[in-house]
């Protein structure tokens, strides 16, 4: 589970080096390197594919090929290149970047930055799943769709629903699914004109206002109380006739478990509506809690981030969405189901309820193989540890950090946080005039990073830090140093902050390239077109 | 303990009256012609009876008749005098020699005012802490308490418990009339005050405009107009984001003052007699038709919908404007008083939209003054809207909306939980506290 021992007791000389973290010198890499369409000649390969053996054309009576009516009339645009310039090009771009398996990555706080064993990745490039086309006949695959099976046993056992799909390609995806459940739901029961309202927290995970907004439902938005947890009486004030659900995160970004949560659900429930339970900060919760006992009838997983796979921001997502038998009918299709007595796998696509397809076929199946590794090398015992050590992880960080000047820990104040933390430069920006995103860039100067927070910052000059379970204390005490490294600067020679970073690849990204549709080019053919005009 | 009072009696005559502000003389005189009534009398005493109430352990000191004298002696409280002012009207100047005879005398010294008061407050150095009972218009400044009661609950605490609660700096803003000028609704630092700091009892200051998305005010806008009836009367607030908002439903309105829109369209292409078709009659049968407010430019009397009253030709309705749709809007008036605002009501149905004052979160009482409690009275049930972006509600950093119209029951009665416009389909329940 963990690449290094986690947060604990240490030896004298540990705790020696532990109060005395050395900065790391560091310089990024720097390749001045083209984009791959621009690099190669015309006619260049990588794999030079040869001439059919004539015996072949002969014995396929002389037709080779695919017929004329089944072939491009132009060849594809695409890169002319050989394989070693090829692979040169993509180590040099992995170089000039601050990936999860190259910086201690706990400053992408909400995404559960955490080490996915590499061993998972040979089960899933090994032939028997990565050679399975999703349209092979069922019979054809009946390991594929065991491990599927399984999984959703596993996940059924972990949050307590009765049905799991694994159909969803992302926790957005999953949440949209519990959406479009929720409002098949009550379009059976004749209530869908009038049940329109979805309530959410504006400290829950963003994808759910989002996801409501995008089924068509009109989102209302609870603010905080004072101390940080979810407003109850607002709540109550915004339940009616019209609610159809309330889609909620706990703990949500703050790190701040609500312990009321039963409440909610049993508010909303009067009302006649629904509570699906946002897991997308389930790894502080594995093993500990579980949505169907707080009441919740809907439920989702991050599977490619509580479970292994990094981040959808790294690499493909997966999505599970888990639900009670009332709800069970409305599940994606197909469903995989056993066959006791046959002991035969198969896909039910006879499902008239069913909101539909999420995505095509059967999810993610590469992501849902490294879940279901992931959870069976842990089993129950190893899930609750996960949960256990990311919280002690995070709460060994918080300990460090709110000593260093300038950091304040906003809401509920002195209660422990769960897996992560929504921190305030506030303090520091109003003494030096250094604001947290700078913090944040220079922080890339040490060759490691952070992320602030969700738009619109409730939390002022915010910073989020997830450690997870993946961190060593060596790990933490490096981090924590880099950021009280960063905050004597800001008070001591701010002008350094400031004009940060000075060691990193690019000193700054150009921000319409992010913003400006009129500039951002996700492809080649845009870039031509919207950058070099050609 | 001792407590100082020094009320600027002149302070928010130009609130109701849709003057934006009371300063100088020439400003109170016209306030005076269209009917304002002096108010820092009777919330400096509704002040100071809060704190009586809760504590008669102090000595009160202040400045002889209408500058403190009066509104002690309408708390029921016996005060000593230790500064006359010229006679006539009172001016900047009496403030500052007020505070500096009051300051060296009293542990707290209360002053009634606004933005320009807590300017002479500063000019006149005094050196002691002070706290604002809030009777200006604006009042942009942190050194408001949230509302005359939380004022005199601020002062006794300070009777009961000295040494809290801790005395801060807080800023002296004024509204910056050269960037008004060029269209940017700003405020402008002068100083600092020493104020005892109460969380939520003692106001924010108002924080720079967050910036009116155009994604977000799209939005906001095609809601507001979705929950517009065809025959409402749009009464918007000022402020950026109003502003923003009208313009995205095709009206340009000013800055500053509280505003009314009509639908431009009534989408029945009609060419005359649009008064009906846009809904712009009377409520019920037995009511007169609508009172022409205003000249137009060539000075004849115009109706509400802007058709020239007197027998001339009415101009056709705009062809090609979806109805209910953003850009469906003109403008019918500026700067309306409380008393225009009341003569709208009485004839037509309002829809009244109101975006709090960024950072400082006030809804009403500050700077809108001419939205009376009378005229919320009128409004029908839903008839209040609320439009913020959520950048702007998450700069309250979680601190409830606030209300102060002076009419302390209407106040509790709209207190609580209310819906904020923040997108097509979107609300936030956000507390709204007095």
Same mark, same amino acid.
């Given at each position: 589970?963990?690449?290094?021992?986690?947060?604990?007791?240490?030896?004298?000389?540990?705790?020696?080096?532990?109060?005395?973290?050395?900065?790391?010198?560091?310089?990024?890499?720097?390749?001045?390197?083209?984009?791959?369409?621009?690099?190669?000649?015309?006619?260049?390969?990588?794999?030079?594919?040869?001439?059919?053996?004539?015996?072949?054309?002969?014995?396929?009576?002389?037709?080779?090929?695919?017929?004329?009516?089944?072939?491009?009339?132009? =060849?594809?645009?695409?890169?002319?290149?050989?394989?070693?310039?090829?692979?040169?090009?993509?180590?040099?771009?992995?170089?000039?970047?601050?990936?999860?398996?190259?910086?201690?990555?706990?400053?992408?706080?909400?995404?559960?930055?955490?080490?996915?064993?590499?061993?998972?990745?040979?089960?899933?490039?090994?032939?028997?799943?990565?050679?399975?086309?999703?349209?092979?006949?069922?019979?054809? !695959?009946?390991?594929?769709?065991?491990?599927?099976?399984?999984?959703?046993?596993?996940?059924?056992?972990?949050?307590?629903?009765?049905?799991?799909?694994?159909?969803?390609?992302?926790?957005?995806?999953?949440?949209?699914?519990?959406?479009?459940?929720?409002?098949?739901?009550?379009?059976?029961?004749? +209530?869908?004109?009038?049940?329109?309202?979805?309530?959410?927290?504006?400290?829950?995970?963003?994808?759910?206002?989002?996801?409501?907004?995008?089924?068509?439902?009109?989102?209302?938005?609870?603010?905080?109380?004072?101390?940080?947890?979810?407003?109850?009486?607002?709540?109550?004030?915004?339940?009616?006739?019209?609610?159809?659900?309330?889609?909620?995160?706990?703990?949500?970004?703050?790190?701040?478990?609500?312990?009321?949560?039963?409440?909610?659900?049993?508010?909303?429930?009067?009302?006649?509506?629904?509570?699906?339970?946002?897991?997308?900060?389930?790894?502080?919760?594995?093993?500990?809690?579980?949505?169907?006992?707080?009441?919740?009838?809907?439920?989702?997983?991050?599977?490619?981030?509580?479970?292994?796979?990094?981040?959808?921001?790294?690499?493909?997502?997966?999505?599970?969405?888990?639900?009670?038998?009332?709800?069970?009918?409305?599940?994606?299709?197909?469903?995989?189901?056993?066959?006791?007595?046959?002991?035969?796998?198969?896909?039910?696509?006879?499902?008239?309820?069913?909101?539909?397809?999420?995505?095509?076929?059967?999810?993610?199946?590469?992501?849902?193989?490294?879940?279901?590794?992931?959870?069976?090398?842990?089993?129950?015992?190893?899930?609750?540890?996960?949960? +256990?050590?990311?919280?002690?992880?995070?709460?060994?960080?918080?300990?460090?950090?709110?000593?260093?000047?300038?950091?304040?820990?906003?809401?509920?104040?002195?209660?422990?946080?769960?897996?992560?933390?929504?921190?305030?430069?506030?303090?520091?920006?109003?003494?030096?005039?250094?604001?947290?995103?700078?913090?944040?860039?220079?922080?890339?100067?040490?060759?490691?990073?952070?992320?602030?927070?969700?738009? =619109?910052?409730?939390?002022?000059?915010?910073?989020?830090?997830? =450690?997870?379970?993946?961190?060593?204390?060596?790990?933490?005490?490096?981090?924590?140093?880099?950021?009280?490294?960063?905050?004597?600067?800001?008070?001591?020679?701010?002008?350094?902050?400031?004009?940060?970073?000075?060691?990193?690849?690019?000193?700054?990204?150009?921000?319409?390239?992010?913003?400006?549709?009129? !500039?951002?080019?996700?492809?080649?053919?845009?870039?031509?077109?919207?950058?070099?005009?050609? | 303990?001792?407590?100082?009072?020094?009320?600027?009696?002149?302070?928010?005559?130009?609130?109701?009256?849709?003057?934006?502000?009371?300063?100088?003389?020439?400003?109170?005189?016209?306030?005076?012609?269209?009917?304002?009534?002096?108010?820092?009398?009777?919330?400096?005493?509704?002040?100071?009876?809060?704190?009586?109430?809760?504590?008669?352990?102090?000595? #009160?000191?202040?400045?002889?008749?209408?500058?403190?004298?009066?509104?002690?002696?309408?708390?029921? #409280?016996?005060?000593?005098?230790?500064?006359?002012?010229?006679?006539?009207?009172?001016?900047?100047?009496?403030?500052?020699?007020?505070?500096?005879?009051?300051?060296?005398?009293?542990?707290?010294?209360?002053?009634?005012?606004?933005?320009?008061?807590?300017?002479?407050?500063?000019?006149?150095?005094?050196?002691?802490?002070?706290?604002?009972?809030?009777?200006?218009?604006?009042?942009?400044?942190?050194?408001?308490?949230?509302?005359?009661?939380?004022?005199?609950?601020?002062?006794?605490?300070?009777?009961?418990?000295?040494?809290?609660?801790?005395?801060?700096?807080?800023?002296?803003?004024?509204?910056?009339?050269?960037?008004?000028?060029?269209?940017?609704?700003?405020?402008?630092?002068?100083?600092?005050?020493?104020?005892?700091?109460?969380?939520?009892?003692?106001?924010?200051?108002?924080?720079?405009?967050?910036?009116?998305?155009?994604?977000?005010?799209?939005?906001?806008?095609?809601?507001?107009?979705?929950?517009?009836?065809?025959?409402?009367?749009?009464?918007?607030?000022?402020?950026?984001?109003?502003?923003?908002?009208?313009?995205?439903?095709?009206?340009?309105?000013?800055?500053?003052?509280?505003?009314?829109?009509?639908?431009?369209?009534?989408?029945?292409?009609?060419?005359?007699?649009?008064?009906?078709?846009?809904?712009?009659?009377?409520?019920?049968?037995?009511?007169?038709?609508?009172?022409?407010?205003?000249?137009?430019?060539?000075?004849?009397?115009?109706?509400?919908?802007?058709?020239?009253?007197?027998?001339?030709?009415?101009?056709?309705?705009?062809?090609?404007?979806?109805?209910?749709?953003?850009?469906?809007?003109?403008?019918?008036?500026?700067?309306?008083?409380?008393?225009?605002?009341?003569?709208?009501?009485?004839?037509?149905?309002?829809?009244?939209?109101?975006?709090?004052?960024?950072?400082?979160?006030? #809804?009403?009482?500050?700077?809108?003054?001419?939205?009376?409690?009378?005229?919320?009275?009128?409004?029908?049930?839903?008839?209040?809207?609320?439009?913020?972006?959520?950048?702007?509600?998450?700069?309250?950093?979680?601190?409830?909306?606030?209300?102060?119209?002076?009419?302390?029951?209407?106040?509790?009665?709209?207190?609580?939980?209310?819906?904020?416009?923040?997108?097509?389909?979107?609300?936030?329940?956000?507390?709204?506290?007095?």
């Amino acid at each position: 589970m963990s690449a290094h021992p986690a947060a604990g007791p240490v030896a004298p000389e540990d705790a020696r080096i532990a109060d005395k973290p050395a900065l790391r010198r560091f310089h990024q890499a720097s390749w001045d390197e083209k984009l791959i369409f621009e690099l190669g000649s015309p006619g260049e390969r990588g794999v030079l594919v040869p001439e059919v053996d004539p015996e072949i054309t002969e014995a396929l009576g002389g037709t080779v090929g695919l017929p004329a009516g089944l072939c491009r009339q132009t =060849p594809p645009a695409l890169p002319e290149i050989g394989q070693q310039q090829v692979l040169r090009h993509y180590l040099r771009l992995s170089q000039e970047t601050l990936g999860a398996d190259l910086n201690v990555d706990v400053g992408q706080g909400t995404c559960t930055m955490k080490y996915s064993p590499k061993v998972n990745d040979r089960f899933v490039t090994d032939e028997r799943i990565a050679g399975l086309h999703p349209l092979q006949d069922e019979s054809t !695959v009946q390991g594929a769709l065991e491990i599927l099976h399984r999984l959703e046993g596993l996940l059924k056992e972990v949050s307590g629903m009765d049905r799991v799909s694994l159909q969803p390609g992302a926790g957005s995806a999953a949440i949209y699914a519990n959406v479009a459940m929720i409002r098949g739901y009550f379009a059976d029961r004749g +209530e869908a004109e009038t049940r329109d309202e979805i309530i959410t927290t504006i400290f829950s995970h963003p994808s759910n206002a989002a996801c409501a907004k995008t089924a068509g439902f009109k989102v209302i938005t609870l603010h905080p109380d004072a101390d940080g947890y979810p407003d109850i009486e607002a709540l109550r004030a915004a339940v009616g006739p019209r609610t159809a659900a309330l889609l909620i995160t706990n703990p949500e970004d703050t790190g701040i478990y609500n312990p009321r949560i039963a409440e909610f659900v049993e508010i909303v429930h009067a009302a006649g509506g629904l509570a699906a339970y946002d897991q997308a900060n389930a790894n502080g919760i594995l093993g500990i809690t579980r949505a169907r006992e707080a009441g919740f009838d809907l439920c989702h997983f991050n599977l490619h981030k509580t479970f292994s796979t990094p981040h959808a921001c790294g690499g493909p997502a997966a999505g599970a969405c888990g639900v009670t038998e009332a709800l069970a009918p409305y599940l994606p299709r197909p469903t995989v189901e056993y066959d006791a007595e046959s002991g035969r796998y198969w896909l039910d696509d006879d499902r008239p309820h069913s909101v539909g397809k999420i995505r095509p076929h059967h999810g993610v199946v590469p992501n849902l193989v490294r879940a279901y590794a992931w959870i069976m090398s842990l089993g129950a015992e190893g899930l609750r540890e996960v949960a +256990e050590t990311a919280v002690l992880n995070n709460n060994y960080l918080l300990h460090k950090v709110k000593q260093i000047r300038g950091v304040s820990v906003p809401y509920a104040a002195g209660r422990p946080r769960v897996e992560q933390v929504r921190y305030s430069w506030e303090q520091l920006g109003a003494d030096t005039g250094i604001h947290s995103e700078q913090i944040g860039v220079r922080a890339a100067d040490f060759g490691t990073h952070y992320w602030t927070s969700h738009h =619109p910052y409730l939390v002022p000059e915010p910073m989020t830090l997830e =450690p997870t379970e993946s961190y060593s204390r060596a790990d933490l005490d490096e981090y924590a140093a880099i950021l009280a490294e960063v905050a004597r600067e800001a008070y001591e020679d701010p002008e350094t902050v400031r004009t940060a970073p000075h060691r990193s690849t690019i000193h700054r990204v150009r921000p319409e390239a992010l913003d400006d549709p009129a !500039v951002w080019s996700p492809s080649w053919r845009t870039y031509r077109r919207k950058v070099l005009g050609t | 303990m001792r407590i100082g009072l020094v009320v600027n009696p002149v302070a928010g005559l130009g609130g109701r009256v849709g003057l934006g502000g009371s300063d100088g003389t020439d400003v109170q005189r016209r306030a005076v012609e269209l009917g304002a009534v002096p108010c820092a009398g009777s919330r400096s005493a509704a002040a100071l009876a809060e704190l009586a109430c809760r504590t008669r352990d102090f000595e #009160l000191f202040t400045a002889a008749g209408a500058m403190g004298e009066e509104s002690a002696s309408a708390a029921g #409280l016996s005060a000593r005098v230790v500064y006359r002012p010229r006679p006539g009207d009172t001016g900047p100047r009496d403030t500052v020699e007020a505070v500096r005879a009051l300051g060296a005398a009293v542990d707290l010294l209360l002053f009634a005012g606004g933005d320009g008061t807590a300017r002479d407050v500063l000019d006149a150095d005094a050196g002691t802490p002070v706290l604002g009972i809030p009777t200006g218009v604006k009042m942009h400044s942190a050194v408001f308490a949230v509302n005359p009661r939380a004022a005199g609950e601020i002062a006794a605490g300070w009777v009961l418990d000295p040494g809290r609660p801790e005395v801060r700096p807080a800023e002296v803003m004024d509204r910056d009339e050269a960037a008004l000028r060029e269209g940017r609704l700003s405020s402008r630092l002068y100083g600092w005050l020493s104020v005892p700091y109460v969380p939520v009892r003692v106001q924010q200051r108002k924080a720079g405009s967050t910036g009116a998305a155009p994604e977000a005010v799209g939005g906001i806008a095609a809601e507001l107009a979705s929950r517009a009836a065809p025959e409402d009367v749009l009464v918007l607030g000022p402020g950026t984001t109003t502003q923003a908002v009208a313009a995205a439903l095709g009206a340009e309105i000013p800055l500053t003052g509280v505003t009314a829109l009509v639908r431009a369209d009534c989408g029945c292409g009609c060419a005359d007699g649009c008064c009906s078709c846009r809904g712009l009659r009377p409520r019920a049968p037995d009511l007169a038709p609508a009172p022409p407010l205003h000249l137009n430019p060539q000075g004849h009397e115009t109706a509400l919908c802007g058709c020239v009253v007197a027998g001339r030709a009415v101009p056709r309705a705009p062809e090609g404007v979806p109805f209910g749709q953003p850009s469906s809007y003109r403008l019918l008036s500026s700067h309306l008083t409380s008393d225009q605002l009341l003569a709208l009501a009485t004839h037509h149905p309002l829809l009244l939209a109101l975006s709090p004052i960024g950072g400082q979160g006030f #809804l009403l009482g500050r700077g809108n003054q001419q939205i009376s409690p009378e005229i919320l009275r009128t409004l029908a049930p839903g008839k209040l809207l609320v439009l913020a972006t959520e950048a702007k509600l998450a700069a309250l950093h979680s601190r409830p909306l606030l209300i102060d119209t002076g009419d302390d029951d209407l106040d509790a009665e709209l207190s609580g939980y209310v819906k904020v416009l923040t997108g097509r389909g979107r609300t936030a329940l956000y507390r709204l506290s007095h």
